[in-house]
T-cell receptor, first 115, second 110 residues
């Protein structure tokens, strides 16, 4: 299955900072990647679907100007949390879709803490 | 709206005891159901999916459309089964979009 690397694993920064999270597919050319967010004791919620070479598809209620997604190559998608505030503190997880109704492969996640 | 419900946040059993992690879903179409597992300090990974009808690490799950359930079962729990378990579904018209339950933590005591 696909190997997914997510970086960084943990970020602590001040309010107002923009934070970039990278998701790399190490052994699979992924046309589709997914970004999830998980608040404490809650479920993983899909934020957006990242499509290589085109605009991301955002889920209802997710601000596309707040959470910028770039999927410029078949192996890299980035999520930038712009002007982060404490309420953006969460666990962000990416996954790679390998297509053909195959299961997604997940990264280790990034814990974002905004002070 | 589509929803996955895992009523138990924590399930504690002793080694060798049977385990059943409950999962119910609400969706009017034909979903595909999954169980994902996250062991301590590891990433989320697929445990099993209903269309495969497999037994993985002794776990099985049967899709019951009448009860809209997909409970995960194992007859004899092992300590290494201790982990976080998430039930999830994909929609029939969008097989990429996963909808997760809130998860159940399984603790297996020696």
């Amino acid at each position: 299955g696909a190997v997914v690397s997510q970086h960084p694993s943990r970020v602590i920064c001040k309010s107002g900072t923009s934070v970039k999270i990278e998701c790399r597919s190490l052994d699979f050319q992924a046309t589709t990647m997914f970004w999830y967010r998980q608040f404490p004791k809650q479920s993983l919620m899909l934020m957006a679907t990242s499509n290589e070479g085109s605009k991301a598809t955002y889920e209802q209620g997710v601000e596309k100007d707040k959470f910028l997604i770039n999927h410029a190559s078949l192996t890299l998608s980035t999520l930038t949390v712009t002007s982060a505030h404490p309420e953006d503190s969460s666990f962000y997880i990416c996954s790679v879709g390998t297509g053909g109704n195959q299961p997604q492969h997940f990264g280790d996640g990034t814990r974002l803490s905004i002070l | 709206a589509q929803r996955v419900t895992q009523p138990e946040k924590l399930l504690s059993v002793f080694k060798g005891a049977p385990v059943e992690l409950k999962c119910n879903y609400s969706y009017s179409g034909s979903p595909e159901l999954f169980w994902y597992v996250q062991y301590s300090r590891q990433r989320l990974q697929l445990l099993l999916r209903h269309i495969s009808r497999e037994s993985i690490k002794g776990f099985t799950a049967d899709l019951n459309k009448g009860e809209t359930s997909f409970h995960l079962k194992k007859p004899f729990a092992q300590e290494e089964d201790s982990a976080m378990y998430y039930c999830a579904l994909t929609l029939s018209y969008n097989t990429d979009k996963l909808i997760f339950g809130t998860g159940t933590r399984l603790q297996v005591f020696p």
